[in-house]
């Protein structure tokens, strides 16, 4: 028997797919979903620095940023996709980790352009509201389902990583091994009847250390 087989929506140089090689898996890439882009323009600045959650996120802002503007980074996949030289990420890849990194980095605050997706679990907002750091919010991107699905490929395990992918997983993989990246994807998961095999934290070495444990 070979190394088991994990299929999740990103690209085999991501370092998720790094992350599941790293635990003695094999990734495959597969789409359920898609990102579609927001009409709207980001709103102009000048901006103090640029706050990017996502890969989406990322590629959405790239045409519209000002060279040597900084860039705050969620983790390493958004900061590949940015592929500039002033790019920050903080020592957790999450929400909590990029504020903290903000107000690290700029301890007088300022004015600074948070780009997001549409179902983002809006943490930032709230935590900049009536502090120095003033954030404007752009949603960048929605995430839809691909109709119909593309055919599950021969895996051992899934990967939600957004409450969408569980949704549309959880009937394609009920006979085969569901992780979810994050709480609320695990959530997705038994919402739509088939419970999450097991969950990890948003985080690199949260899922390295679940797929070693699961093998």
């Known amino acids: 028997m070979g190394p088991l087989k994990l299929a999740l929506d990103r690209a085999l ?95 007088r605050g300022g004015d600074f352009l948070l780009v997001r997706g549409e179902r983002s679990r809006g943490y930032l907002e709230p935590q900049a509201l009536g502090t120095p750091w003033k954030l404007t919010a752009w949603v960048s991107h929605r995430e839809a389902p691909l109709a119909p699905p593309p055919a599950l490929p021969d895996v051992d395990a899934v990967l939600a990583l957004s409450p969408l992918q569980a949704e549309v997983l959880a009937p394609l993989a009920a006979s085969i091994l569901r992780f979810a990246w994050g709480q609320a994807s695990a959530q997705a998961f038994a919402l739509a009847g088939a419970p999450a095999t097991a969950w990890c934290e948003p985080r690199r070495e949260a899922l390295e250390a679940l797929l070693s444990a699961s093998v």
């Open 13 to 107: 140089d991501n370092p998720l797919c790094e992350a599941v090689r790293s635990a003695g898996w094999v990734p495959v890439p597969y789409a359920c979903t898609q990102q579609l882009p927001t009409d709207e323009a980001p709103p102009g600045g000048p901006w103090d620095a640029v706050l990017v959650l996502s890969p989406a996120g990322a590629r959405a802002i790239l045409p519209f940023l000002t060279p040597g503007t900084p860039c705050l980074a969620t983790g390493q996949g958004t900061a590949m996709a940015l592929a500039g030289d002033s790019i920050l990420t903080p020592s957790r890849p999450s929400a909590e980790g990029l504020w903290e990194l903000l107000r690290e980095r700029f301890p």
